[in-house]
Nanobody
């Protein structure tokens, strides 16, 4: 069983920064696809950024140039550095781990960006 615990959300003014972290338990982290998703009220959950076991990254257009995803294999942690935040970035952010047929979600962390 894998457990994902997110931290780092909060309230920030537009233009500010936040860093989200996701700590993963279990032994499959190293080869797993990790992603950060977000879900705003009334909207579908969307992929914001992802990183493969080989550390290849992908970003949604809305995140390019502002967000950076990274992973630390020693601590089983994946992070999302978010800069130049906008009110439209307000959402609950979820960490996801996917490997083969296994798919796990964290409990989510709220990010609120005020204008």
């Amino acid at each position: 069983q894998v457990h994902l615990v997110e931290s780092g959300g909060g309230l920030v003014q537009a233009g500010g920064s936040l860093r989200l972290s996701c700590a993963a338990s279990g032994s499959i982290f190293g080869a797993a696809f990790m992603g950060w998703y977000r879900q705003a009220p009334g909207k579908q959950r969307e992929l914001v950024a992802s990183i493969t076991g080989g550390a290849h990254t992908m970003y949604a257009d809305s995140a390019k140039g502002r967000f950076t995803i990274s992973r630390d294999y020693a601590s089983n942690t994946v992070s999302l550095q978010m800069n130049s935040l906008k009110p439209e970035d307000t959402a609950i952010y979820y960490c996801n781990l996917h490997r083969g047929s296994s798919n796990y979600w964290g409990q989510g962390t709220q990010v609120t960006v005020s204008s």
